[in-house]
Each structure stands twice: as C-alpha cells, then as structure tokens.
C-alpha cells in the first residue's frame, strides 16, 4: 500500500529546496532504487553522476539560468511548447493534461491568456520577465544541494536501433523510481532541463561534467529536502489532473474506449 500510496502521490517539485545537504545513506538508496528498474537483457545502461560540489552546482545553476533567459526572450520556449499551457480551471477539467498556468506575476496577471502570443512575448520582454525568470531559475538550481546527472552507455544507446529505445525506456523506469520514492524521504526532484533545448549549453554540461565518448549524458535533475512552506516561483504551474480512463484507456481493441468509474457506477447501480 506504501508503495501505490507513492506513487499516487508523486509530484515534481518547482520550488526551492532545504539548504542542508542530501545524507549519503539516501543519495546510495536512490541510486539502489534507480539500479531495481528493469532493463534489457539486465544491461542496466544507465549511469549517474551525484554532484554536491558547490563551484559546479552554481555553474549548472548559471548554464541553466542563461538557458532559460534565452529560451523565453526569443519566444523558442512558448513556439514549442504552447499547445500544453491550460489558463484556467475549466479548461484543465476538460482536457485534463498539460499544465495550468495559476501563479503569473501581478502585471502580467490581466493577460494571463495573451502572455504566451506575440504581443504577450513583446510585453514580457518590456517588463523584463525573461531575465526575471532566467534569474529565478539560476537560484532555484544553485540553492539545491544535490544534483543528479543521468546518462546512458553509448555500448547500449545507439540512436536508429531498437537497443537506444530500450536504454531509454530502462533508463525512464530508473529515473521515475527514484522520482516515487523522494517523496516518502521528505525529499523533491525537478528537471534541470533548459539547457538541453539548446545544444551549446549542453555541450557546456558535457564538458563541466566531463562526460567521455562512451557516455551520451541524457538529463539533469535538481534535488533536496524539501520545506515546510510552499514558496512559489514567480510563475508557476500545477500539473495534478490526470485523463480519465476513457481519455487513455481501451477495451479489447483501440476501437473501444474503457469506460470511466462513473459510467459504470450509473449502468449498476448495485456495484
Ligand atoms: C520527459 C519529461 C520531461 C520533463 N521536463 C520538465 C521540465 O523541463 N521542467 C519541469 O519542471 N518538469 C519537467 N517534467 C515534469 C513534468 O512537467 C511533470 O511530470 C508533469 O507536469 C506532471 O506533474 P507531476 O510530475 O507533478 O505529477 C518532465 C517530465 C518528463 C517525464
């Protein structure tokens, strides 16, 4: 029950971790965790890299910052992803996926719709949110004491063959068990994921982090204890709907939706 109740409730963190470092005795459970996941012939083509290293942390925290202001002041980030940004409640209730854009700051709060068109992009410009949020990205990552670097074998992730798709998926399975298993240790995880929308600012990664030929470093997480208040980031997002059965689920083939708890409840009344 400890497990599905996990699982349940596993969420990613936006806000700022606890100062405090992440004890050994945890850092080697998630990497235990991680290692349980199931893999290709038991390949495990998964590797990680644990950074503690105050001088690192901050030039990660920087390279993703830079990233971030980039991204959002040439308008790359909305272009891209704007068809999972959700503005109000109703439209979340419906659609049930992406994320609900709740926290905007207050001049930008009015145009909570327009703030990810054209004219929001210019208006954001003005009022300098880019640097605002290039900014709060940098001390979010480098006010985490832990980072997690993951990648894969380059023996195994082979891009074009069915074994990068494996190593990828092993590699999935390995991530989320450790993003399950955070929570029950008072600990949150986020993707440190802006500089890889930009291949320079990988390439940085790579060469902080001295990744060798034999390693394709596939992702960056930020983790930490997490603390009792609940400070938001200047703009923020909840992601807690999920589909609903019917929405992702099929019965017997793909030409029959599964029908939803409440359907089946109605149709007997007696379960
Ligand atoms: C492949 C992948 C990429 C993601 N990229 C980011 C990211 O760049 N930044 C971030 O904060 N969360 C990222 N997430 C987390 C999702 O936004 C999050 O899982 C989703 O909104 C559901 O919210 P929850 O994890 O709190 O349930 C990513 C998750 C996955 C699986």
Redesign the pocket.
């Known amino acids: 029950m400890d497990l599905i109740d996990g699982i349940l409730s596993?969420?990613?963190t936006?806000g700022p971790f606890r100062p405090e470092p992440v004890s050994r005795e945890h850092q080697h459970l998630l990497m235990r965790v991680a290692a349980s996941a199931p893999s290709h012939f038991n390949s495990q083509p998964w590797r990680f890299v644990l950074i503690e290293n105050p001088d690192t942390i901050a030039q990660v925290a920087e390279i993703s910052g830079q990233s971030m202001q980039q991204l959002i002041e040439q308008g790359v980030f909305f272009e891209r992803y704007r068809r999972y940004f959700r503005f109000s409640e109703t439209e979340m209730d419906q659609r049930r996926d992406g994320?609900y854009i709740d926290h905007l700051p207050g001049p930008l709060r009015p145009f909570t719709r327009q703030v990810f068109s054209d004219a929001g992009l210019n208006l954001m410009r003005r009022l300098g949110v880019p640097a605002r949020l290039g900014e709060d990205n940098r001390k979010l990552v480098a006010g985490s004491p832990l980072l997690l670097a993951v990648l894969l074998d380059r023996a195994e992730y082979r891009p074009g063959e069915l074994s990068a798709f494996y190593s990828v998926f092993g590699m999935g399975g390995a991530v989320v068990n450790i993003w399950n298993v955070v929570g029950s240790l008072g600990m949150g995880i986020?993707?440190v994921?802006t500089p890889m929308e930009i291949p320079e600012q990988w390439q940085r990664l790579r060469d902080l982090l001295r990744v060798p030929a034999t390693l394709e470093l596939m992702a960056v997480y930020r983790l930490g204890y997490l603390p009792g208040t609940d400070r938001r980031p200047t703009i923020d997002w909840s992601?807690?709907h999920r589909k609903r059965l019917s929405q992702y689920v099929f019965r017997e083939t793909c030409a029959t939706p599964e029908r939803d708890a409440a359907d089946m409840v109605q149709a007997d009344p007696v379960g």
Do not use: G, K, L, V
Request: hydrophobic share 20%; proline share 0%; net charge positive.
């Open positions: 596993r969420r990613t936006n994320i986020q993707f994921s992601s807690r």
